[in-house]
């Protein structure tokens, strides 16, 4: 495990408390996309540990995807968005060591010939990124809490 992910994953309780019932969040697993099966920091899914023992979230079950970049920025910002913009994912983050921020993406394009983001939104440290599921703000996340 890379040093990134280990900072990352000692951040995780910052998602814990916020995360309402019938939603899980997953920490580097698979999710089944109709044209991939990525492997995201995390994400964000409909349902409980009990859902996924035989099967994969899909991206109808995702409500939000998170990667965690510092050499993988580019990739993330590139193809990764839009991988998950193709699939429909509504929100996609990027907790960008680089440049210590939160990159929110959201408004998918769906399939497309060049698949995008319509929404983005940055957030730094001192600022809080709202956690939305199915359409609504459950809670915010401060920017601080995610970075190592």
């Not at 099966?37 to 994400?43: K, L, S």
């Not at 960008?96 to 408004?107: A, F, G, I, P, S």
Request: proline share 9%; hydrophobic share 40%.
């Amino acid at each position: 495990m890379s040093l990134k992910r280990s900072s990352s994953c000692r951040r995780t309780p910052a998602f814990y408390p916020v995360i309402p019932a019938g939603w899980l969040l997953r920490i580097q697993q698979t999710v089944e996309l109709s044209d991939s099966v990525p492997e995201p920091d995390f994400a964000i899914v409909r349902g409980n540990p009990r859902s996924f023992t035989k099967k994969h979230p899909t991206a109808a079950d995702v409500a939000i995807v998170i990667e965690v970049s510092d050499s993988s920025l580019l990739r993330d910002q590139r193809d990764k968005f839009r991988v998950f913009a193709r699939a429909g994912v509504p929100h996609y983050w990027i907790i960008n060591l680089v440049d210590r921020r939160v990159e929110h993406y959201t408004q998918p394009s769906g399939p497309a010939d060049v698949p995008a983001y319509r929404e983005f939104q940055n957030y730094t440290v001192g600022e809080s990124v709202p956690l939305v599921l199915d359409g609504v703000e459950v809670a915010s996340v401060p920017v601080a809490d995610l970075l190592p």
